[in-house]
């Protein structure tokens, strides 16, 4: 009997130490569309109609007025929407990085594609600094080589209206570079530069790798909207306008 038993213990224990076999052959999914067909659970409405009264408070408290529709689409070159965001983040972020570092930031660079909202003519609120900036990128300041500053130059040129502050760039009827400066003067060979510009485009979006590998950096840990709402409250009128930052002869 007792051979019996081990007999069969030792069966089982083999069976058990087999290698499964299953494999998956196939996966299934089904589209569940979310359409005003969908009954609202009215529970759930009461639980967030609180929080949802508060945020809406939140983000409709005025900041400042425009007397004018502000778009990316105005004009070439440059737009008044995009010269106001670059010089708020050269305006607020530069006493930041003084502050941490006793240096200035030289000019700053943003990119078109993060402007993602016209400023409506009337009340500016913060709703305003959210559609405009709706992501999370945050201010950092790189510093560059003369031979980064030059590429970044070369890059700019395509005309692309990127916003820009402190710097300019003015091109001839070939759509090439006449002059390009920073601080007002030409790159220095040799010289560094600290430019102020957002965590995506430092780390080579939107193809701008001379920024992807300073020499230094410096975080701020200040988002790009939160100095928008900043400008706003220090600002009773928004009234910015295109000039000759960025310009075509």
Do not use: W
């Not at 081990?6 to 299953?22: D, E």
């Not at 560059?144 to 300019?168: D, R, V």
């Not at 939107?206 to 920024?211: A, V, Y």
């Amino acid at each position: 009997m007792i051979r019996i038993f081990l007999s069969l213990f030792l069966a089982i224990s083999l069976l058990g130490c087999k290698n499964s076999q299953l494999t998956l052959t196939q996966i299934e999914g089904h589209q569940l569309p979310i359409t005003d067909s969908i009954q609202a659970n009215q529970d759930i409405l009461d639980y967030v109609a609180p929080y949802r009264k508060r945020i809406d408070e939140e983000m409709g408290a005025v900041l400042a007025y425009a007397p004018l529709s502000l778009s990316k689409k105005d004009g070439p070159y440059n737009t008044a929407i995009g010269n106001m965001m670059a010089d708020a983040v050269f305006e607020l972020s530069n006493p930041v990085f003084n502050k941490r570092t006793g240096k200035n930031i030289d000019a700053v660079l943003l990119n078109h594609g993060g402007i993602r909202s016209t400023l409506n003519a009337g009340d500016v609120t913060m709703r305003s600094a959210f559609d405009i900036m709706p992501f999370e990128n945050s201010i950092v300041v790189v510093e560059i080589t003369s031979n980064q500053a030059n590429e970044m130059f070369a890059y700019l040129k395509s005309g692309t209206a990127h916003p820009i502050s402190n710097m300019q760039l003015v091109l001839n009827e070939n759509d090439e570079l006449k002059t390009a400066t920073i601080n007002g003067k030409p790159v220095e060979h040799g010289k560094t530069y600290f430019i102020a510009t957002n965590d995506y485009l430092q780390q080579g979006g939107d193809r701008m790798t001379f920024l992807s590998e300073p020499k230094s950096m410096e975080v701020l840990d200040y988002k790009i909207r939160n100095v928008l709402v900043d400008y706003f409250k220090e600002q009773d009128t928004i009234a910015p306008v295109r000039d000759n930052r960025f310009i075509k002869e």
